[in-house]
């Protein structure tokens, strides 16, 4: 790969930015929601929140009243609004993300929804501005594959999470290595592909980072591209113990 850390950033933040501005205005698509979210869950939600997600982490988060859930690479929003709804009063949303303009329609969407427990922040993954060890539970949709320095962001991750705490992603995974070409192809990145990593060193990755039990939750349609989608889990600790009858 011959592209730099800057280069793919400034593709993802236009490609992205535009998308952005266009949901905003009138013409964003609420296709992907429609697929990957119960209609239930979304219903009440205004169209101008849009989804760019390939999964649904809060499906598996077991979010509970009162805990502090840190999106990463929010978007327009949708997943710390329903976030925001399973922590209740109590609990609290911090949706982070390094694109002005998204930063804008998720800002406008919240208030849209009158909703006081969510916060978005302007900043990038791979350092947080986030304090150590303030989180019980990191979500993220379809963003980690973005970062050209994923080891930075599962680090960070371990950073802030509270002991115990909890990490629940819906992601990018390669079903085989990319060409040099592929990896090259920014549009291809800001698409989720080009870097997304292999199952195995996902995980591997992670555990580096000091994460104890890592795990697959499930694999989207595996098709002819070489990549899917999957949810993974992570736990700074060991995994909770599954209540009993
Ligand atoms: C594919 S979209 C997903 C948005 C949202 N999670 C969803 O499901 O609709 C990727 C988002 O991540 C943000 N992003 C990408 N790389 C980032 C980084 N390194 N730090 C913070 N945000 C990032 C982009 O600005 C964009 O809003």
Same mark, same amino acid.
């Given at each position: 790969m011959t592209r730099t850390a800057d280069e793919i950033k400034g593709a993802v933040k236009e490609f992205y930015g535009e998308r952005a501005t266009k949901a905003a205005a009138? +013409?964003?698509?609420?296709d992907y929601r429609d697929k990957l979210y119960l209609v239930d869950d979304v219903?009440?939600?205004?169209?101008?929140?849009t989804s760019y997600g390939c999964g649904n982490p809060t499906a598996i988060a077991g979010l509970r009243e009162g805990e502090t859930v840190l999106d990463l690479?929010?978007?327009?929003?949708l997943d710390c609004f329903l976030s925001a709804k399973a922590v209740g009063a109590t609990g609290r949303v911090i949706g982070l993300d390094m694109t002005q303009e998204m930063l804008d329609l998720a800002n406008a969407n919240r208030d849209k929804l009158g909703l006081t427990n969510v916060e978005f922040r302007k900043g990038e993954m791979e350092s947080m501005p986030i304090d150590e060890s303030t989180v019980d539970v990191i979500i993220s949709n +379809?963003?980690?594959?973005?970062?050209?320095?994923k080891d930075a962001v599962f680090r960070e991750s371990h950073r802030v999470l509270k002991p115990g705490g909890r990490f629940h992603v819906s992601d990018v995974v390669l079903s085989r290595e990319l060409s040099d070409t592929e990896k090259d192809d920014l549009a291809l990145w800001a698409g989720c592909a080009s870097g997304a990593l292999l199952e195995s060193d996902y995980i591997a990755r992670l555990q580096a980072a000091g994460f104890g039990e890592v795990r697959v939750d499930s694999r989207g349609k595996i098709g002819e591209k070489p990549w899917y989608s999957a949810t993974l889990s992570a736990f700074n600790g060991d995994a909770p113990k599954a209540s009993c009858c």
């Open positions: 009138c +013409c964003g698509t609420t219903a009440d939600l205004p169209e101008t929140v690479g929010s978007g327009p929003g +379809c963003v980690i594959n973005l970062s050209p320095d």
